[in-house]
C-alpha cells in the first residue's frame, strides 16, 4: 500500500481527548467522532457513531467519567456514522434529540418522496468504505477514520429528531451549559455546527477533517456546493476558537493553528473552484480539466489536505456536472456508439482481441494499470475472451490500488476486484 497510508492505524489508536474540564472526545473508536460536555444534572452527546457497537464501547468509556444520565443528543448533520447510535446513548431514557430543519432521516439521499437507486447506493457504499475487507491487508483505514472498528450494528440506532433548529440557529442553554447552533452548510446542506463559547470549543461537524474535503463521495452523492463549503470555513474563523472539535480526524488546538488550518482548507476548495471555472470558460472538457487542476505546492503537502478521503480530480469533475451538467462541450460526445459498439471497433482496429490481451499483459507488467483497465474493459464490453478479461481486470485492480493514496479509490479497486474474483469468471 501507499506509505503514508501505513501511518494510518497508529494515528487511530483509541483514545479519549478532553479538550476542556467538561469536554471529551472519543476518537478512534469508530469512523466519526463522538462528543460529550458534562453539564450540572446530565450530559450532553453530539453525534452518536455509525453503529450501536462502538457507541455501546464509546459510552462504557465516557461511564468511566461520569454516571450522569444524557439528557440532550445534538446530531451535527444526518450522515448515518454520525447518527447511528442515538439509541445507545439515549440508554431507554427520553433525551432531547436536536438536528437542523434540514436534516434528512435517510442520509444517503437527496430527500424524497420518490424512488432513489438504492442498491446501486448500497453496492458503492459498500465499496467506497471497504466493508467487509480484511484488516491490515486490505484496508488499514478509511481516508478520515480506523480501519478496524466495530460494523455490527451498522445504521441500527438512529432515532429521530424530537427538535428540529431553523436556518437562524438557536441559543441552547441545558444542564447549565451555555451552546451555540449555527447552520454552516459543508458536505452537506443540513451541517450544523456546536459553539461552546464559555470554553472556545467549536464542534464542526464534517466542515474540515485531516484530509482534502470530500467534494464528491464515489459512493455517489448529489452536488455539494462547493462555495458554501468555502464561505463556511470564514464562518468558522469567525467563532475564533481554541479548540476545533472535528467530525473526523484528531482535535486542532490552539488559535493560530486552527486559523491557519481552515484558511488552508478555504483556499483548496477556492482553488479548485477557480482553476476549474477559469478552464470551462476557456472550452477545456472535463477529463482534460481533471488532468489539468492541481492544489498548489503550498497547499498539496500540507498533512490536512493530503487526498487521504477526498481527490482534486473527484472535485473538478463535480464542479463540472453540478454547474453545467453531464455535456463537456465537444459535439462528440453529444451521442457517442454504445459501449459494445465502440469496444468492437476499437478491438477491430487495434488487431483484434488477442492483440488486446498482449497490450494489456504488457501494460500490467510496466506498471501502466489504468491504461491496462481501459484495455480490458473493452473486452469485458464486446464479450471477447471474457473470461481471461476478468481475471486480468481483478489483478490489475489489486496492483492499481497499491499505489493509492486515497482510501476510497483503494477500497473500490480492492472490492471491484473480489466482486469479479468471487464471480467465478
Known sequence: MHPELKAHPEYFQKEIYKLADNVYMAFGYAASNVYMIIGDDGLIIVDTSETTTAAANILAEFRKITDLPVKTIILTHSHRDHVSGASVFAESGNPEILASMKYSDDSLFVASDHPQPVKAMQARTKRQFGIGLSYPDEIVGIGVGPGDRPLKGMGAGSLPPTRRIGDEGETLSVQGINLELVMAPGETPDHMVVWYADKKVLISGDNFYRSFPNLYAIRGTAYR???????????????????????????????????????????????????????????????????????????????????????????????????????????????????????KRMIKLGGGASAFLVEITNAKKSGEYQWGLQLVDRLISAGEMASEARVLKAELLRAHAIDQINCPTRHYYIQCAKELEDSGN
Open 225 to 343: 456546493d462547493f462555495d458554501a463549503w468555502a464561505d463556511t470555513m470564514e464562518q468558522l474563523m469567525s467563532f475564533k476558537p481554541d479548540v476545533l472539535a472535528p467530525g473526523h480526524t484528531k482535535p486542532v488546538f490552539g488559535a493560530e493553528s486552527i486559523k491557519n488550518v481552515l484558511t488552508d482548507y478555504r483556499d483548496a476548495i477556492r482553488h479548485v473552484i477557480n482553476e476549474t471555472r477559469n478552464g470551462m470558460d476557456a472550452g477545456l472538457t472535463i477529463d482534460e480539466l481533471a488532468h489539468k487542476v492541481k492544489l498548489p505546492e503550498h497547499l498539496a503537502g500540507k498533512p490536512h489536505l493530503r487526498e487521504y478521503y477526498g481527490r482534486v480530480d473527484f472535485a473538478v469533475r463535480a464542479y463540472f456536472v453540478g454547474t453545467l451538467g453531464w455535456f463537456d462541450g465537444n459535439p462528440t460526445t453529444l451521442s457517442t456508439l454504445a459501449p459494445d459498439d465502440e469496444a
